[in-house]
């Protein structure tokens, strides 16, 4: 039961993208008006919401070890964050971004199946619970700066070269794409934080999976460094406007293609 939710999720996260992104195929001539991507996004939120707690009742553990639940949690998470952007500011363009990276940890995730987590959140404990639920919310608030970055700067491209079509109309000012992404990096840092301080602090609790935890507290500690350089850099103002916006994009790929290196290297039996 969860797995149908969580591809009908799948199916409305991906309809939102197409009719979000249908104006810039040159097949409507404005965008599509805001009440439809919001309540796409939203239905896909509740559908996966409900596939989650599907998960819940049948393994009886919470979707916090394991890729697949992880995963699902990490999307589940993004969504989230992008339905309140989308719900605040009456703007679909996050969906741009974020709804293509949501697909995407999906599909990684029905990929990857959901069989029996590896360590159930019961037997770690609550520290593991709080260690998961906010290494994944600190994770999925890097996506959300990276988006509003990736957004950013598109937009100064086309005012720097005066191209005021659907794009321009469609885009939300840089302003508010650079507060965005101030917000989401600030919150960020100290989120992740906690993550990887409880991560490290039971490391070495079993020995059968030590290797796959180091590699993971690597990667932690990694996303962690860039992060928390960029968050620094613009709390202090050295990082403004583009040049913050270019530096959350190559940290997030710096973050992410970690990560695929680590899985590929067999490192991946969970994702946290």
Same mark, same amino acid.
């Given at each position: 039961?969860?797995?149908?939710?969580?591809?009908?999720?799948?199916?409305?996260?991906?309809?939102? =993208? +197409? *009719? $979000? /992104?249908?104006?810039?195929?040159?097949?409507?001539?404005?965008? !599509?008006? #805001? %009440?439809? @991507? &919001?309540?796409?996004?939203? =239905? +896909? *939120? $509740? /559908?996966?919401?409900?596939?989650?707690?599907?998960?819940?009742? !049948?393994? #009886? %553990?919470? @979707? &916090?070890?394991?890729?697949?639940?992880?995963?699902?949690?990490?999307?589940?998470?993004?969504?989230?964050?992008?339905?309140?952007?989308?719900?605040?500011?009456?703007?679909?363009?996050?969906?741009?971004?974020?709804?293509?990276?949501?697909?995407?940890?999906?599909?990684?995730?029905?990929?990857?199946?959901?069989?029996?987590?590896?360590?159930?959140?019961?037997?770690?404990?609550?520290?593991?619970?709080?260690?998961?639920?906010?290494?994944?919310?600190?994770?999925?608030?890097?996506?959300?700066?990276?988006?509003?970055?990736?957004?950013?700067?598109?937009?100064?491209?086309?005012?720097?070269?005066?191209?005021?079509?659907?794009?321009?109309?469609?885009?939300?000012?840089?302003?508010?794409?650079?507060?965005?992404?101030?917000?989401?990096?600030?919150?960020?840092?100290?989120?992740?934080?906690?993550?990887?301080?409880?991560?490290?602090?039971?490391?070495?609790?079993?020995?059968?999976?030590?290797?796959?935890?180091?590699?993971?507290?690597?990667?932690?500690?990694?996303?962690?460094?860039?992060?928390?350089?960029?968050?620094?850099?613009?709390?202090?103002?050295?990082?403004?406007?583009?040049?913050?916006?270019?530096?959350?994009?190559?940290?997030?790929?710096?973050?992410?293609?970690?990560?695929?290196?680590?899985?590929?290297?067999?490192?991946?039996?969970?994702?946290?």
């Amino acid at each position: 039961m969860f797995t149908q939710l969580h591809f009908v999720a799948l199916a409305c996260y991906g309809l939102t =993208v +197409a *009719v $979000v /992104a249908v104006p810039f195929l040159k097949l409507r001539e404005a965008p !599509a008006p #805001g %009440s439809v @991507p &919001l309540v796409l996004t939203g =239905v +896909a *939120v $509740v /559908a996966h919401f409900a596939g989650l707690m599907a998960y819940v009742r !049948a393994s #009886g %553990s919470l @979707p &916090l070890a394991g890729v697949a639940p992880s995963l699902s949690s990490l999307a589940f998470l993004l969504g989230l964050l992008a339905l309140g952007i989308q719900w605040l500011t009456r703007e679909n363009a996050i969906a741009l971004v974020a709804g293509p990276l949501v697909v995407g940890v999906m599909a990684a995730a029905l990929a990857s199946g959901f069989g029996p987590a590896p360590l159930s959140p019961r037997e770690d404990g609550a520290w593991f619970v709080i260690h998961a639920g906010s290494s994944l919310l600190g994770v999925a608030l890097m996506a959300l700066s990276f988006a509003a970055a990736a957004l950013y700067l598109v937009q100064h491209r086309v005012l720097k070269r005066r191209q005021f079509g659907v794009l321009f109309q469609f885009l939300p000012p840089l302003e508010q794409l650079d507060r965005l992404n101030h917000l989401a990096l600030v919150v960020g840092f100290p989120v992740l934080t906690i993550g990887i301080v409880l991560a490290a602090g039971y490391l070495g609790q079993a020995a059968s999976t030590g290797g796959a935890r180091s590699a993971h507290l690597v990667w932690g500690l990694l996303s962690w460094m860039i992060l928390g350089t960029i968050a620094a850099l613009r709390f202090r103002g050295f990082l403004k406007g583009r040049r913050a916006a270019l530096a959350s994009v190559l940290g997030f790929f710096a973050v992410a293609t970690t990560y695929l290196v680590l899985f590929v290297a067999g490192a991946g039996g969970r994702f946290l």
